[in-house]
C-alpha cells in the first residue's frame, strides 16, 4: 500500500517533443506528490509538486496532471531540450509523517 | 544561500570498518531525511529525524544503523561493520517544517564497500 510505481523505465523523445511520465498510488493518505529530476552522480532536485485539491499544476514546460479518483498522477514536458535528458523521479509524501515515498525513475533522452 | 551538503562525496570502506556519513541542512532548516539510492533504483526512506530526535526510523535496517542529529552540528548516519551489500548512495533531504514534505536534497555520499 506504501508503493509508488512509475512508468516507463525509460523513455527516447525528439527534441521540441513532449515527454510524458505516469505514476500510480494506492495509499488514500497521500496529500503531497513531488517530481524531482537527477542528473548523473547528482543529487534529486525538487522540480514541481502538487496536492491532490488541484487537478494540474503548471511551471514554465513542466506541468502536472493528477486524477485523484484513479490515484494516478502524470508529468509533462513540454517542448523537450536535450538538457532534460536525466532521471525523473515521482514521490509520494503524507504530511502525517513527512517521509516521501519514490518510484523506481524514468531515464529521459532527448534527442537533438 | 547554501544548500544542504553532505561529506565526504565518496567514500571507500572494507568489509567490517565503519561508516560515518555527514549532512549539514539548509539555513533554517531542523528536520532532516536520509534515503539510499541503489544502483539503477529508486531512493528508499531511511530516517527522518529533528534536532535530538528521532520520529521515524522505519525504514532503518534493525542491525548496524544509527543516525542522529544532535543540537550543534550536523546530521550523522553510522553504519557499522559495512558489508557489500550497503554500497550505494546515501542522501540527506531538510524540510523546514515538521511534517513537511517540501524537501531539499544534498548532492549525496557515495559509499563503497570492498
Known amino acids: 500500500q506504501q508503493q509508488v510505481k512509475q512508468s516507463p523505465q525509460s523513455l527516447i523523445v525528439q527534441k521540441g517533443g513532449i515527454s510524458i511520465i505516469n505514476c500510480a498510488y494506492e495509499n488514500t493518505a497521500f496529500d503531497y506528490f513531488p517530481w524531482y529530476q537527477q542528473f548523473p552522480g547528482k543529487g534529486p532536485a525538487l522540480l514541481i509538486a502538487i496536492r491532490p485539491d488541484v487537478s494540474e499544476k503548471k511551471e514554465g514546460r513542466f506541468t502536472i496532471s493528477f486524477n485523484k479518483s484513479a490515484k494516478q498522477f502524470s508529468l509533462h514536458i513540454m517542448d523537450s531540450q536535450p538538457g532534460d535528458s536525466a532521471t525523473y523521479f515521482c514521490a509520494a509524501g503524507s504530511g502525517n509523517t513527512g517521509k516521501l515515498i519514490f518510484g523506481q525513475g524514468t531515464t529521459l533522452q532527448v534527442k537533438p | 544561500n547554501a544548500g544542504v551538503m553532505q561529506n565526504p562525496r565518496h567514500l571507500v570502506r572494507r568489509r567490517g570498518q565503519e561508516a560515518r556519513l555527514r549532512c549539514s541542512p539548509m539555513k533554517g532548516h531542523s528536520h532532516v531525511y536520509w534515503y539510499r539510492q541503489l544502483p539503477e533504483e529508486g531512493l528508499k526512506f531511511m530516517v527522518y529525524?529533528?534536532?535530538?530526535?528521532?520520529?521515524?526510523e522505519s525504514g532503518m535496517p534493525k542491525e548496524r544503523f544509527s543516525a542522529e542529529f544532535p543540537k550543534e552540528g550536523p546530521s550523522i548516519l553510522r553504519i557499522q561493520q559495512v558489508v557489500r551489500g550497503d554500497s550505494a548512495a546515501y542522501f540527506c533531504?531538510?524540510?523546514?517544517?515538521?511534517?513537511?514534505?517540501?524537501?531539499?536534497f544534498g548532492p549525496g555520499t557515495r559509499l563503497t564497500v570492498l
Open positions: 533531504a531538510s524540510s523546514p517544517l515538521s511534517g513537511s514534505n517540501e524537501q531539499f
Open positions: 529525524l529533528q534536532k535530538e530526535n528521532i520520529i521515524d
